[in-house]
C-alpha cells in the first residue's frame, strides 16, 4: 500500500472522505530523522510495516525457490540420455559428468534436512542473544553462498564432500526459522487461539520477522502473507530451474538463485529494522499505532515452568507429532524427488519445470482461499482424498493423467494443515510454541526419510520399469496416511 502526499504541508485533497483522511494520515510522518516534515523531500510513503512484510516474505520465497535447485541436476545426473532433456547446445555441454545413482542422491537430499534439524532447535537460544532481524537476513545470505559453491563440489570435488556442503546449507537455514519465530514471539501472546489458526499460522518457521511490526488488526494478513512464500518457492524454483537448465545450463541455477539470496540481503541490510522505534524514517503516527498496538493486546507469560512430562506422555501430543512427520515426509518428497518422477513421462527439464510448478500453484491458491479466510477442512477427508490420488498415480502410465491426480494430491496437501494444526492450541493455547516446536522438529525426520527411502526404490536410472518403485513410494505414504488420520479420530 503506498500513500501519496497532497501537498507540502501534508494536507490531503478537500475532495478527499474522512475514511481516506484517517489512512492517510496514519502514514503520514516526520521524519524521525531529522525530526521534520519530509514532504519537500519525498513525496511517497511506504508504510515499514508493510515494507518489513514483503521482505520477508521474499526471503521465503527465494528460500524455498533454492530448495528445488538439486532437484532438476539429479534429473540429468540420473538420466540414460540426458542431452534429450536439454534444449541448447550450450546446455549439453554443460551437462553434469557425474555417475550417481538414486539411492546417492536420495541421501544427498536427506543431508540437507539433517542438518536443519541440528541447528533446529538450538537455533532459538541465539534468537535470544541476537537481533532476529540480522540472524535472518544472514542466515539466508549464507545459504546463499554456499548455494553458489554447490556446482563446483557436485564436479570437481566428490560425492562426500558435497554431502557435508549441503549438511551446513542445511544448518544455516534451520536457524531461519527459528529466528523467525523469535521475531514474532508476540503473536503467539497477543492473539486468541482462534485468530490465530483462522488465519493461517500453521508453524513458527513461517511467522516471519514481524515480531514488533505486526498489530492485531493487520497480523493475519501479514503473517499469511509471509507463510505462502514458504509455499510460492515452488512455483517460482520449479520453472525458474528448468528453463535455466534447459536452456543455458545446470550450473547457473545455482548461481542465480544464490546470487538472488545475495541481492535480497542488500535490500534487507538497508530497509529492515528490528523494531519500529529503531527505524529512522518511519512515520510517527505508524510508530505509535503499531506501539499502542502492542501495548493494549500483549499478554505477558512469566515464571511458568513448561509441563514435559505432561507433553512428552500425551497421546493427542504424539498424534500430531506422526502427522507432521506425514506432511514434512509428502512436502520434501515432492520439492526434491517431484522432477525425478515427471522426467520418467518424457519431459524435458523445461516442461517438467512448468508442469511441476502447476500442482503447488493450486496448493497455494487453495490455501489463500480456505485458510487464509478462516474456512476450517477436516483433516481425514483431505487425508483421504491425498491417499486416493496417490492411489490413482500407482496405476497412471500417461503424463497428462500423472499431472492431473499429482496436482489433486498436491493441492489437497494445502487444505490438510488446518485441519489438524489447530490441535496444537485445542490442547494449550499458552504452550502452543512449545508444541509447534516439538512436532516440527519430529516432523523433520520424516522429511529426511523421505527422500532416503525413495532413492532406494526407485532404481539407478530413469527408465519405465523404475515406476514400480514409485508404486512402492506411493503406497507407503497412502499408508503414512491413512495411518494419521486414524491417530486424529483417536
Not at 540481503?265 to 512515520?283: A, N, Q, R
Not at 520418467?344 to 489463500?368: C, D, N, Q, R
Amino acid at each position: 500500500m503506498v500513500y501519496m502526499e497532497a501537498n507540502e504541508t501534508g494536507n490531503t485533497s478537500s475532495n478527499s472522505n474522512t475514511s481516506a483522511k484517517d489512512a492517510s494520515d496514519l502514514n503520514k510522518y516526520h521524519c524521525r530523522k531529522c525530526r521534520c516534515s519530509c514532504n519537500g523531500c519525498i513525496n511517497v510513503y511506504i508504510p515499514k510495516r508493510y515494507l518489513t512484510t514483503f521482505l520477508t516474505a521474499m526471503g521465503m520465497v527465494i528460500t524455498y525457490a533454492m530448495r528445488t535447485n538439486l532437484g532438476f541436476t539429479a534429473v540429468m545426473i540420473l538420466a540414460e540420455e540426458p542431452s534429450e532433456k536439454v534444449g541448447t547446445p550450450d546446455a549439453r555441454w554443460n551437462l553434469p559428468t557425474v555417475h550417481w545413482t538414486t539411492s546417492m542422491v536420495g541421501v544427498l537430499h536427506a543431508t540437507f534436512y539433517i542438518g536443519y534439524i541440528l541447528t533446529h532447535l538450538p537455533g532459538g537460544y541465539l534468537t535470544t542473544v541476537c537481533s532476529s532481524n540480522r540472524l535472518y537476513g544472514g542466515c539466508i545470505l549464507f545459504s546463499g553462498a554456499i548455494n553458489l559453491l554447490v556446482p563446483t563440489f557436485i564436479e570437481d570435488i566428490g560425492y562426500n564432500a558435497t554431502c557435508i556442503l549441503r549438511t551446513i546449507q542445511g544448518m544455516s537455514e534451520g536457524i531461519i526459522y527459528p529466528a523467525s519465530y523469535e521475531v514474532l514471539r508476540y503473536c503467539s501472546m497477543i492473539l486468541s487461539y482462534k485468530l490465530i489458526f483462522f488465519k493461517g499460522i500453521i508453524y513458527p518457521a513461517s511467522y516471519g520477522v514481524l515480531r514488533y511490526w505486526s498489530t492485531s488488526e493487520e497480523r493475519g494478513m501479514l503473517v499469511s502473507a509471509v507463510l505462502t512464500g514458504c509455499y510460492a518457492g515452488a512455483i517460482i524454483g520449479f520453472p525458474l530451474a528448468g528453463f535455466i537448465s534447459h536452456y543455458i545450463g545446470w550450473q547457473y541455477v545455482f548461481y542465480v538463485c544464490g546470487g538472488s539470496c545475495i541481492v535480497w540481503y542488500m535490500f534487507w541490510l538497508c530497509l529492515v529494522y528490528e523494531k519500529p522505534s529503531h527505524h529512522p524514517y518511519i512515520s510517527d503516527k505508524e510508530l505509535d499505532y503499531i506501539e499502542d498496538s502492542h501495548g493494549s493486546d500483549c499478554i505477558e507469560y512469566e515464571n511458568l515452568k513448561t509441563p514435559w512430562k505432561r507433553i512428552l506422555t500425551s497421546f493427542p501430543v504424539w498424534a500430531i507429532c506422526f502427522t507432521t512427520f506425514v506432511r514434512y515426509w509428502i512436502f520434501i518428497l515432492m520439492m526434491t524427488n517431484e522432477p525425478y518422477y515427471l522426467s520418467m513421462y518424457g519431459f524435458t527439464v523445461a516442461e517438467t519445470g512448468i508442469f511441476g510448478a502447476i500442482p503447488h500453484a493450486l496448493k497455494v491458491w487453495l490455501y489463500s482461499r480456505h485458510i487464509v479466510k478462516g474456512q476450517i477442512i477436516h483433516s481425514n477427508h483431505t487425508f483421504a482424498m491425498q491417499a486416493l490420488c496417490y492411489w490413482m498415480l500407482t496405476m497412471s502410465y500417461q503424463g497428462g493423467v500423472v499431472m492431473i491426480f499429482l496436482s489433486l494430491a498436491i493441492g489437497s496437501f494445502g487444505l490438510s494443515v488446518a485441519g489438524w494444526q489447530i490441535n496444537h492450541y485445542d490442547l494449550s493455547a499458552r504452550y502452543a510454541g512449545v508444541l509447534v516446536s516439538i512436532t516440527s522438529a519430529f516432523g523433520t525426520i520424516g522429511g529426511i526419510l523421505s527422500p532416503i527411502v525413495a532413492g532406494q526404490l526407485t532404481g539407478s536410472k530413469i527408465v519405465p520399469s523404475d515406476l514400480d518403485g514409485w508404486a512402492k513410494v506411493f503406497y507407503i505414504t497412502i499408508a503414512l496416511l491413512l495411518s494419521s488420520g486414524k491417530f486424529l479420530i483417536i
